[in-house]
């Protein structure tokens, strides 16, 4: 059907029933009344929400604030990759510097008291690094220096100088009395 056809049924149905014609048309209007009042609120809160969008754009456009949005998330992203890389450095740093620390003293021979010799570990956190050992005598002092390569040295330990790599590895100073107890006796000129 074409629309002239359309046209011509429609007038003769408004000749011929002109109050149905009418009520048709008011209630078509109404719908339409209805629509218009929907869309109308629809509109109205979506301009608010764009309103605080664009709330601090300085009256700029939508399309710039989201360009400087993006170029400010570029620049957090290099920020936070270089935060990154500096902590890796870091942490691989610290991993090479002394951290441990254990300290042992005693008496080295038996007619000298007062625990002033002593035997001290210095490690990293792979267990690398030195134990010095002093021992304090009436007539002199002696100090020897042995690396220590995970945990053990090339060169034989004394059972003071094992016992501050252990404390180096447990968290700091053997206590002189646990010390006392297991050395006492042992003591003598070992190097």
Known sequence: MRMEQIFSILVDW????????????????????????????????????QARLLRGAEGGSLERMLLDHA?????????ISE?????????????????KVGLVRF???????????????????????????GLYSRNDMRVYAKPVVAGGSPMSLTSEEQ?????????????QQAVRNSV???????R
């Open 14 to 49: 408004v000749r011929r029933e002109p109050a149905m014609a009418l009520a048709t048309a008011l209630a078509a209007y109404g719908f339409l009344l209805v629509g218009l009042i929907v869309l109308a609120i629809r509109l109205t809160i979506l301009t608010r929400k």
């Open 83 to 99: 935060a990154y890389r500096t902590g890796a450095e870091n942490s691989e740093a610290i991993r090479r510097c002394l951290q």
């Open 107 to 133: 008496d080295a021979f038996a007619d000298v008291g007062g625990e002033q010799s002593f035997s001290l570990a210095l490690l990293d956190e792979a267990n690398n690094g030195l134990v010095i050992s």
């Open 71 to 79: 170029d400010g998330t570029r620049e957090v992203k290099e920020r």
């Open 184 to 190: 006492r006796g042992s003591a003598g000129g070992r």
């Open 163 to 175: 016992k501050a790599i252990g404390g180096a590895n447990t968290g700091g100073p053997i206590t």
